[in-house]
Structure formats: C-alpha cells, structure tokens
C-alpha cells in the first residue's frame, strides 16, 4: 500500500474560522500516526477531511499518488472507528462486523465466515449473535475495530478510540491495538488528546495546534527535543522559567541558569527555560555546583513508586518527580535546592505564550 | 447529638420516618386512584354507555327504548332482511373506513419520513422554523383543509381545468394515457376528474395528517446519531443505501407507532370522505352520523357500528403489534 499525503490541507469553516490551517504530512505506509493535540487544535476535522466526510477547503490529499480530494467516503475504503464506536443498535455483533461485506454484495456465507475470522481476531469469537446493548465498552470498541477492518481498509482511521472506556482498560486496549496494527501492518491514524496513549501507540507523533502542526516526530524525540513551549507543556510535565539571555546563559528570578550549549539568542532576549520534572533534582544541601535554585516545599504527591515535589522558589512553581526512597527527608515547609542539570534545560523564544491548556 | 434547640439523632429514627413513608404511600395511591377515575370517566363509561346502547331497540317512527336485542349487530353483518336475503353494505362500509385510512396512513408516514429526515440534516435553527410552520397547520381544523382541496380538486376551476387549458387533457388523449385515467375512474369522457375518487379521499386524509407524522417522526429522526451514519458511509453505503440499511431500521419503532397512530385517527375522518368519496364508497363514519344525527335516526345501530368500528380497530392494533414483535424475533 502507498503513503498517504496531505498538501496544504486548510478546512474553514463559516464566519472565518480556520479549523485546519495549511497542513503538510506524510503518512508512511504501514505507519502508526498519532494526531495529539488539546480539544478545538483541529485534529478531529483533519481525520474526517482524510476520511471523506468533510472536504477540504483547500489542499489536496493523495494516496499512492491518486488525487482523492473528491472523492466520497463511501468510494475511499477507508475504516473507521468513531468516538462513539457508532454501531448498529438494530444489528447484532456479527452483522455489525459483516456490515461492509454485505454492502459490497458479498454472499452470506463467505461474509459470515469473514466476520467470524475478523471476530477471533479481536478475541469476540463466542459473542456473534449478541445485541450490541448486551456488550461492555471494551467489548463495543472490538467490534468496532472489527468492523472497520471487514473491508481490508487501504487506510485505518480511529477517533479518540479510547475515550469512552475506562483507565484500565484503556492502557490494555492501547496495547492490544498497537499489537493488532503491528501483525496487520495497516496504516492507520489515531486522534488523540491523551499524551500517554499516543506514546504508547504512535510510530510517529503529529502534535497539533491552532489547526496547525507544532512538531512532527517519533515519541522520543517529540518528549526529549521539543520543538516549542507549547510542546513541551503538553507531552508531559515541563516546569517554565522566564528569563533574559547574558552571555550564552540565562538570568532566571532565582538566579543565572547555564546551558550545555550556550543559548542562540542576542543578550537581553528574553527567553523561556524548561526542565522535566525527573530531569529537577531537590536536595536539602547545596551541591555548590552552580544552576541551583533555592526553594522550599509546598506539597509531596504519592504517584506509585515515585513522588512528586511541589517547591516555590520565589514565587516560581516548579515540579520534580524522584523516588520515593529518594524523598524521605523532605516534608512540606522544608528549604531545599532545586537542581536544574545544564544538560535538560531546553530554551525557547520569550515571545512563545502558547501552553498547553 | 443537640444543635442550638434541635436534635439530630445519630442512627435511624424509625418513628420519624414511618409518616413520611405513610405519605409516600398515600401520593402513590392517590395517584392511582386519579388515574382510574380518568379512565373510567374518559374511558371506559363511554364505551360502555355505547355498548349498552347498542342492544337497543328502535322504534319505528319515534326513538328508541333500552332492551337486549341482537338485531342491531345481526343488521350489520348481514343485512336487515336476514335471512330472507343477504347484504353486506355495512361490512362494505367497514372495509372502506379501514381502506382509506390505512393507505393514507402509510402515505402520509412515507411522505413524512424523507421530508423529517431531510430536516433534521438542516440546522436548529432552520429545523424550529419548519415545527413552528407544521405546529401551526395542525391548527386548521378538517372543514379548512378539505374546502382547499375541493377547490384545488373541482372540475370548474381547479386541476381539472389547468389540465384542460395547458393542453394536458389534449396529450393524455394523444398518448392513450386518458384511458388508463378513465379505467381508473379518474377521468370523465371530456377531461380528467378528480371528484369523486378514492385518490382525491386518501390524498387529502393523507395531507390532513401529514403534519402529525412529521411531529411524531421527528423525536426519533432527530436523535440517530451522525456518527452511525457516516460509518455507514465509510464502510462502502451511497446515501441511499444509509438510510435503507442504517436510518430506516433504526426508527421502525416509531414509523410503526405513527402509522398505527395516524391509522387510527383517520377511522374518523368525516368531512373529507363525504366530499371526496363515491356514496357507494363512503364510510363507516358517514353511516354512524347518519344514524345517530342525520336522517335516519336510529342510535342503537349507530352505537353497534361504533362498536364494530372500535372492535375491528383494536383488533387491526393488536395483530399489528404481533406482527412488529414476530419481525423482530425473525431479525
């Protein structure tokens, strides 16, 4: 199968408001994508404009070279799993899941057969003749996924697939469906604003904003080098710094904090700082090694096997994740170093507001 | 445990309780009672009163005195002349009170479907617009509506004469298709008719009771979700086929409902069948009227038709429904 490619794909919708705004990808064959970004970043309309069911107000869409800008979802074969599964309260399990077949004209026997294949393969094998209202929520999304796939889709399309179900299950299903994509080797795009479900799943992550995409890369990289604050706040925590740029290092409210390589920015430029929160390190003692921030402690946060610290160094919020065994003499009130390693700070422009809400 | 002059107990308090229990008991009784003196004042003493006059006997020349008499049935089924002949006028009439209102019934729930479906595609907006006009049609009462179409239907100046004067009729004529018309009794010798005819009588009950299926559509229309329509269509189905495999099954149910509903509300059409319908092809309705107010003032056989009506009526109910839940289980 072929990539499929997004040139300058815009959606406006009335009274001006561009929900897309000139988006250039490349979906690689065989692909897992992920589109992750807040609610309103357009990541939705993008998925339903490469499905068919909206059109593009400008851009074309090509798959294997065809232009299919126009041609309608029910010509793509294109499967796809809705928010809501959107399954056929009048059909039972095995007629949802032959439902594509049927319509294609397919005999009833060798539809049957498929659907059963489909069905086995999402683990719903004994659930055929059962009433969708008789399913779980895990249980509704497998036939959905099921009955996206009974066509052989060119391209798998999934709406936020993991919104509806509850924590639990949802990391279990991320991984089954990664499983599934990965023995199927299909290309498929999954909408998402959930970071974690996108890192777990995604070859590839395409952050979006504004109608816009912020960055495009492989899980690690999007975590590691982010591309822009707004990145940065939202694949995971971030704790922000605002300075100005003295000689390569930058003058923060809590004092001057050094960089591996010395910031790219004219002195004076104001500038932004961000530190992962595992990458802060707090202590009771002064390391007498420079980028330390003196703070105290406002709050400790059990998160399994590690604890979040929550300091105020000057009126300067910052997070740092350690282990739990690591924590043990810190206690709410307590003055402490916060530790920022030259080697995790990342530098962005000053002038870049946008956070993640 | 005491707050500034109250006390609030820490456990139950089982005394306190049992009134208000009592209370709830009371409403609920009450409400039952409500309910069965509605239907027994709205209802049942009604019907009963009919029934219990149906077995009356007419005198001849003067009214009628309460008795217990079969006549008024036997009339009915068979004819006033039993056995010494045989006639089935009123089981006739039965037939057409169920003819008309069942084919106008299914036509004005088919008319009704694409145009509710089609509206509740359009915005909300738009869609509160269209119930406001269709709310307010309601309100034209059976005379208002059918003196429209016997305007719009009259030989003199309605279709009939725009056929005639467009060069329609001249056409119909060239092309053969007059004859069908007259074979279907929708044509004299000179130009198309349309009064009287069993299309005229089941277009207007049809328009009459349009309105409503479109309101008693709409709940069910309104509320499919899109998404179960555009998966639909990602799986391969043109429009067409969405609504046939996906929007229509999805509100049989009401589609049922409504044309049960309509069904049984046209039974009762009244004006509309005396000026549209042949006086060989007029109802049951008609015959009731007659007998109880018109000419031939006989109110124990105009109360054994009514209840013939009714019988036959929740019968036709009964066997739709059986027939709705044998589908579904051969689903």
């Known amino acids: ?357 | 445990m005491t707050v500034t002059g109250y006390t609030v107990s820490d456990g139950p308090d089982t005394g306190r309780a049992a009134p208000s229990l009592d209370w709830q008991q009371a409403g609920k009784l009450s409400g039952r009672i409500v309910f069965a003196l509605l239907v027994t004042g709205l209802a049942l003493i009604p019907f009963a009163l009919v029934f219990a006059i149906s077995f009356g006997q007419k005198i001849e020349g003067a009214d009628w005195h309460w008795a217990f008499v079969v006549e008024n049935y036997s009339r009915f089924f068979v004819g006033i002349a039993w056995p010494e002949s045989v006639s089935f006028l009123y089981s006739q009439k039965l037939f057409y009170s169920f003819y008309y209102a069942a084919i106008a019934a299914c036509l004005a729930v088919a008319l009704a479907f694409p145009f509710t479906y089609l509206m509740t595609r359009q915005s909300r907006k738009l869609q509160a617009v269209w119930l406001v006009f269709l709310l307010s049609t309601v309100s034209l009462s059976e005379v208002f509506v059918v003196m429209g179409w016997d305007v719009l239907l009259s030989n003199r100046s309605g279709l009939p004469m725009l056929f005639r004067e467009s060069g329609a009729t001249a056409w119909l004529k060239e092309t053969g298709w007059f004859q069908v018309l007259r074979d279907a009794g929708l044509a004299n010798p000179r130009n198309v008719k349309f009064k009287t005819s069993t299309l005229a009588t089941v277009v207007t009950m049809a328009y009459l009771v349009w309105p409503y299926a479109v309101i008693l559509l709409y709940p069910a229309l309104s509320r499919i979700d899109n998404s179960m329509i555009e998966a639909a269509q990602t799986m391969g189905a043109k429009p067409v086929t969405v609504i046939r495999t996906v929007v229509l099954p999805s509100v049989r149910i009401p589609i049922i409902g409504a044309t049960l509903l309509l069904f049984v509300f046209l039974l009762g059409t009244y004006v509309t069948v005396t000026v549209f319908a042949a006086p060989a092809q007029q109802t049951l309705t008609i015959s009731i009227y007659e007998a109880i107010r018109g000419a031939t003032l006989n109110a124990p056989f105009g109360a054994a038709q009514a209840v013939v009506l009714l019988v036959t009526a929740g019968l036709c109910l009964l066997a739709s429904g059986g027939l709705a839940r044998w589908a579904e289980q051969r689903r």
Not at chain 1, 64 to 77: K, L, N, S
Not at chain 1, 109 to 130: G, K, T
């Open chain 1, 1 to 357: 199968m072929a990539d499929l490619i997004l040139r300058g794909i815009s959606k406006e919708f009335g009274g001006g408001v561009r929900a897309v705004d000139s988006v250039d990808l490349t979906f690689a064959n065989g692909e897992l994508t992920a589109l992750l970004g807040p609610s309103g970043c357009g990541k939705t309309t993008l998925l339903r404009m490469i499905a068919g069911l909206d059109t593009p107000t400008g851009g074309r869409i090509l798959l294997g070279g065809e232009d299919i800008t126009d041609v309608p979802a029910h010509a793509r074969r294109f499967g796809m799993v809705f928010q809501s599964f959107a399954l056929f309260p009048h059909l039972n399990v095995e007629d949802n899941v032959a439902y594509a077949l049927a319509i294609a004209g397919m005999d009833k026997a060798r539809r049957r057969n498929r659907a059963r294949e489909l069905l086995d393969l999402v683990q719903l094998a004994d659930y055929a003749s059962r009433r969708i209202g008789e399913l779980s929520g895990g249980q509704r999304q497998r036939v959905a996924i099921a009955r996206a796939l009974a066509q052989e889709p060119r391209i798998f399309l999934l709406d936020e697939p993991m919104s509806a179900l509850d924590a639990k299950l949802r990391e279990d299903m991320q991984v089954e469906l990664r499983l599934l994509q990965q023995k199927l080797g299909i290309t498929t795009i999954v909408v998402t604003h959930d970071q974690r479900e996108a890192m777990t799943m995604a070859d590839r992550i395409v952050v979006m904003s504004a109608g816009r995409t912020e960055q495009v890369g492989p899980p690690q990289e999007i975590y590691n080098r982010p591309a822009s604050r707004f990145v940065a706040s939202f694949i995971g925590k971030a704790n922000f710094l605002d300075g100005t740029v003295r000689d390569g290092a930058v003058e923060t409210a809590g004092g001057v904090l050094h960089l591996d390589n010395p910031a790219p920015f004219r002195n004076g430029a104001p500038v932004s700082l961000a530190c992962r929160p595992e990458a802060t390190h707090v202590s009771t003692r002064s390391r007498q090694a420079g980028n330390e921030i003196a703070a105290h402690v406002t709050f400790i946060r059990d998160i399994g096997p590690n604890r979040e610290v929550f300091l105020d160094a000057g009126n300067m919020p910052l997070i740092c994740e350690m282990r739990g065994s690591e924590s043990d003499d810190l206690a709410v009130g307590a003055a402490v170093f916060a530790h920022l390693p030259p080697e995790a700070l990342l530098v962005f422009p000053g002038d870049q507001t946008g956070t993640a809400p």
